[in-house]
DNA sequence: TGACAATATGGTAGCGCTACCATATTGTCA
DNA sequence: TGACAATATGGTAGCGCTACCATATTGTCA
C-alpha cells in the first residue's frame, strides 16, 4: 500500500486499469479523441463516467509545463467597467479548457509587477493587462513570458504583444467637437481619481481647447478622490460656484455625470438649456436618466470576447495578421447635450 | 541531460544547491522559518533572492494534495452586489498564501453544480458560494470536500457549513414597516428577474401586507428581464398606468428604485408627496440622487471579509464557536419616503 | 506478397514540490 | 558523564499527470 494519501478521487490510472489501457491513452483521448481508436475510446468514457473521473487541471499542467490558465490584471474589482469585460471574458473561455485567473492591481504599478511575478510562476497560458502603461519591469516579465498577452481598453503606439481598445484621445475630441457643435462653448472637466485613460482623455481636451484659444482652467475641477456619484454632485457644485458661466461639462465617467446632473436638478439648473452634460462608458444607466444624458458608448463586452478570441487564435497556432483591434467607439448623444 | 525540458525558471532544487542545504530545508523555511535554524534561513533567503525563486503553486499543491485557493462561485460578474464582496475577498486573502478563483454560475445551480466540481477537482483550501439554495447534489459535494464551506448573503436554517449574511425576511418587513410608519397604505413592488433572495423579500412583503389585509396583486409589477434602470423606469410606468392610486414602491434593488425614480421625474410626479421610492442594498448613488433615495444598507464588503476571516481560523485549526454570523442591515432613510 | 509508411498504443521518466521517515546534532537532567 | 529527549536536517518516494520514445498493428503500393 503506498504511504502517502491520495485525494480519494479517481485518477488517470484508475481511469486507465478500469478501461484495461494504458494511462497514457487516457490522456490522449482526453485531449484529443481523434487519436484514439473508437473501439477504445467508447471505453475510456463509459470507464470515465463510472469512475466520474475529473482530470486534475494542477498535475496537467506540472506535467505539461503549461497551465490551462489566462491570467487578468484589472486595476479594480468594483468598477462595474472592468466587471462587463471580466463577464465577456469569462464567457468567452467557457467552452473550452481554460480557467481565468483574476488579479487586482487596485491601480499600483508596483502590484501589478508583483501579481505579474506570482502569475508567470503558474505558466499560465496567456495574460491580459489593462491599459499600456505597464512599468517596464513588468514589459519585460511580459515579453520573456512568452505567452499570447493582450493590452486591453487602449490602443497605443508600442504593444507588448497585442492589444485591443479605443484611443482615448480621439474619443475626448469627439467629445469636444459634439458640444461646440450643439452651441457649447464654456466647457468645463469634472473628474475624480485619474487613471491613464481619463489622463489621457483630460489632456486631449486641454490641447483642444487650447488649441482653439477657449480654454480656461478655473473650469477644470478635480479631485484625488475615487470617482463617485456623490463626486460628480461636489465637483458639479464646485465648478458653479467657480465658473457659474460654464455652459457644459465634460465627465470623466457616467457616475461623476449623473452626480453632476443630480446637482443640476437640486439646483434648479436646466439641463441641456443653462448645462450641457457629457459621461463616458455609456453605463445603461445614462439612457434611462431623465433628462437622458448623453455618453461615449465603449463595447466593453466586446473587448474581453475579442482579446480571448485572439489568444485562443494564438494557442491554436494561428498567426494573427492582425495584433492591435481598435474597437472604436461611439458618441450616444441624448437628451443632455441635445441644443438643436 | 534531461529530456524535458523545464520551465527554465529556478526550482526549489536550484535554491537548495545553491545554499547548500536539502531541497526539503527550503521547502521548511518557505512555510515556516522557525522550523529552520538562523544560520540556514540566512543562506536560504539570500539564495532564493539571487535565483529570484518564487515556488510554484501548482507542484506543491499537487505534493501537499491541498491547494492554495479559495474558489468563490457567484451568480454574476456583472452585478455590482457581488462585486464588492469579491473585492472584499480578494483584500482579505492579499497576504496570506491564498490565491482567489471566481466561478460565474450565471444564476443557473446546473452551472453551479457543474462548476463545483471542476473546483473540487483542483483541492481547493475552502469554498464560498452565494446563498442558501444550492441543489441537493451541490450540497453532497461540498459536505464531501470535507473543507470550510461559507454560504454568504443569506441566512437560513440549515448551513452546510458556514455562513455570513442576512435575513432577507426580516428586511424584507422593514421595508413594509417603515413605508407603513411614514403614513403610505397602497405600497407596490417592483421587482425583475428575481433569484432566490429577492423572492424571499418579495413573498415577505406579500405575507407582511396580507396579514393587515392590504395587499392587492394588481400593485405587484415583474419581469423576466435582468434588473436595469431602464427596466425600472419601465416598471414604475406600468404601475403608474394598472394601479394609479399606489403611494409607495418597495423595489428589489436599486437599480430599479433610481429607474423609478427617474420615471416619476419624467411624469412630473413628486417624491416622496405622490410616490414613495425605496430600494435595496444602499449603493453609493442612492445618497447622491435627488430626491435622495431610502435603501436598505447591506454590508456586502463586510460579508466578504467575514468570510474569509471565518476560513483562514478554520485553516489555521482553530474551531469556530459562531458558525453562523448576521451582518445584519440597516434601513438609511432618506428623502424618497420622507413624509413625516 | 513483401517492403515501407502510417496509425494506434504503451512504458518510462520527469514536471516541482512535500509527506514521511531516518538520522545527525544539540540540550537536559539525574 | 551518560541516557534520553528535543531539535535540526536530509533522503526517498510519490502527488497525477504528459513528453518522449519505443513498439505493435494496420494500410498501401509496386
Redesign the interface.
Known amino acids: 500500500m503506498g504511504k502517502r494519501?491520495?485525494?480519494g478521487?479517481a485518477t488517470i490510472t484508475d481511469v486507465a486499469e478500469h478501461a484495461g489501457v494504458g494511462a497514457i491513452t487516457v490522456s490522449r483521448m482526453m485531449r484529443d479523441p481523434s487519436k484514439v481508436s473508437e473501439k477504445l475510446r467508447i471505453r475510456i468514457e463509459k470507464s470515465i463516467k463510472e469512475l466520474q473521473y475529473?482530470?486534475?487541471?494542477?498535475?496537467r499542467?506540472?506535467a505539461s509545463?503549461r497551465?490551462d490558465v489566462i491570467g487578468v490584471l484589472i486595476p479594480?474589482?468594483?468598477?462595474?467597467i472592468f466587471?462587463?469585460t471580466?463577464?465577456a471574458i469569462?464567457d468567452s473561455t467557457q467552452n473550452t479548457p481554460y480557467?481565468?485567473?483574476?488579479g487586482?492591481t487596485r491601480y499600483d504599478a508596483q502590484e501589478e509587477n508583483h501579481l505579474l511575478?506570482?502569475f508567470?510562476?503558474?505558466?499560465p497560458a496567456a495574460l491580459i493587462v489593462v491599459g499600456i502603461d505597464q512599468s517596464d519591469n513588468s514589459i519585460n516579465l511580459l515579453k520573456e513570458a512568452n505567452i499570447p498577452v493582450v493590452q486591453i481598453y487602449e490602443i497605443g503606439p508600442d504593444p507588448i504583444d497585442m492589444s485591443v481598445g479605443l484611443s482615448h484621445i480621439a474619443a475626448s475630441e469627439t467629445m469636444v467637437e459634439h458640444l461646440l457643435n450643439q452651441g457649447f462653448c464654456k466647457i468645463g472637466y469634472l473628474a475624480a481619481r485619474l487613471d491613464p485613460r481619463m489622463e489621457r482623455r483630460l489632456e486631449a481636451y486641454r490641447t483642444k481647447l487650447n488649441s482653439l484659444e477657449i480654454f480656461e482652467p478655473k473650469r477644470v475641477v478635480l479631485t484625488n478622490k475615487a470617482s463617485?456619484?456623490?463626486i460628480?454632485?461636489k465637483l458639479m457644485r464646485q465648478l458653479i460656484d467657480c465658473a457659474p458661466d460654464t455652459d457644459a461639462v465634460i465627465c470623466a465617467n457616467d457616475?461623476i455625470a449623473?452626480?453632476a446632473l443630480?446637482?443640476c436638478?437640486?439646483q434648479g439648473i436646466s439641463v441641456p438649456e443653462q448645462m450641457g452634460i457629457i459621461g463616458f462608458n455609456d453605463l445603461?444607466?445614462m439612457?434611462?436618466?431623465?433628462p437622458s444624458l448623453t455618453s461615449i458608448r465603449t463595447d466593453r463586452y466586446k473587448i474581453g470576447t475579442l482579446a480571448v478570441d485572439k489568444i485562443l487564435q494564438r494557442l491554436n497556432g494561428d498567426e494573427t495578421d492582425q495584433k492591435q483591434i481598435d474597437t472604436g467607439f461611439e458618441l450616444i448623444q441624448r437628451d443632455s447635450t441635445s441644443r438643436r
Open positions: 494519501k491520495g485525494s478521487r475529473i482530470p486534475d487541471p494542477k498535475a499542467a506540472l509545463g497551465a479594480s474589482l468594483s468598477n462595474i466587471a462587463d471580466l463577464r469569462h480557467q481565468v485567473l483574476i487586482n511575478s506570482l508567470l510562476a503558474q505558466n463617485s456619484v456623490n460628480g454632485r457616475d449623473l452626480g443630480f446637482e436638478l437640486a445603461e444607466m439612457q434611462a436618466a431623465y
